[in-house]
């Protein structure tokens, strides 16, 4: 995808970004940062090398932070760093998060309870930290990146689609709550994009490539790429989204419209 001219809108906005090494999320860094703004890259502690690498090739605007959003003592340290390096945070995008496949029956309670603690209640950990600096700074950004899966019923993944449903409700839950502070809360829905995720999804597939001709032929766009998301997810953290919250933004290459 073509670089666009950056514009400077996030200049001196400090954010955070979960499962960021990576993905859509390292999309979301890079955007950002070419933006002005100093972000947090939070991922998991064995993701140390890939989260320092990228910070290190983006220079003063970023840093990595060890962070696993299912352990309150690892999300209030790095909260807590992570503000004292940048300053308070006003913009969040709530984007770690895990897929397993299996139908309904053949999937475990653990797969089950993880693909919900990491997907919905991640975002609880990390947000009920960085509300209070947004509320103090008088403004904030809250992007949680749910799914195509919230309107779709992929009958493999009911563990994967119902956490992310839920992420979309949560997300009107907090933006209701949190509109007399001026702290907008969106939920982000990517189709399917080609990241690590996806990848691995097909490669635990004995017939991945039958599957990758039915997601193309589900999606009238293609494949998405991650700079397709994090394009929108900078639009939803600046003031041109500034009348939006509580909304699920769709960016699904038309698979929801199929
Ligand atoms: P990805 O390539 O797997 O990247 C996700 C990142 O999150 C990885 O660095 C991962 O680390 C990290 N992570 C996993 N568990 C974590 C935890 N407990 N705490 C902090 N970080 C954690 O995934 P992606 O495709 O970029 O997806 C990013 C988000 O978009 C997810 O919420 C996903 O559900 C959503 N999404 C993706 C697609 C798609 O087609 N790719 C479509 C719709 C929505 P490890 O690598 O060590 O696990």
Redesign the pocket.
């Known amino acids: 995808m073509g670089k666009r001219n950056a514009q400077g809108i996030l200049s001196g906005k400090v954010v955070i970004i979960?499962?960021?090494?990576?993905?859509?999320?390292e999309a979301c860094v890079r955007e950002f940062v070419a933006e002005g703004a100093s972000v947090a890259i939070?991922?998991?502690p064995?993701?140390r090398d890939?989260g320092e690498k990228l910070a290190a090739e983006l220079g003063e605007l970023a840093q990595y932070f060890p962070?696993?959003?299912?352990s309150a003592d690892q999300c209030e340290a790095a909260v807590k760093a992570a503000s004292k390096k940048f300053g308070p945070i006003t913009i969040l995008v709530n984007?770690?998060?895990?897929?397993i496949s299996g139908g309904l029956e053949e999937m475990s309670e653990a797969d089950w309870d993880k693909i919900f603690s990491?997907?919905v209640k991640?975002i609880f950990m990390v947000g009920r930290l960085v509300i209070p600096q947004m509320r103090k700074s008088g403004s904030g950004s809250i992007i949680n990146?749910?799914?195509?899966?919230a309107f779709i019923g992929f009958p493999m993944h009911p563990a994967?689609c119902a956490s992310?449903a839920a992420v979309v409700h949560l997300s009107r839950s907090m933006a209701v709550r949190y509109a007399p502070d001026k702290i907008r809360v969106n939920s982000l829905?990517?189709?399917?994009?080609?990241?690590?995720?996806?990848r691995?999804f097909l490669a635990s597939l004995p017939n991945p490539e039958e599957v990758h001709q039915q997601v193309l032929d589900k999606h009238p766009l293609g494949l998405?790429q991650?700079e397709d998301?994090s394009a929108a997810a900078l639009f939803l953290a600046s003031d041109n989204s500034r009348y939006m919250t509580g909304a699920p933004m769709l960016v699904d290459g038309g698979s929801t419209a199929l």
Request: glycine letters at 18%.
């Open positions: 979960t499962g960021a090494s990576r993905g859509i999320g939070f991922d998991l064995q993701e890939a962070c696993d959003v299912t984007n770690a998060g895990i897929a990491i997907n991640g990146i749910a799914s195509e899966s994967y992310k829905c990517p189709g399917t994009i080609d990241t690590a995720l996806y691995g998405g991650p998301i």
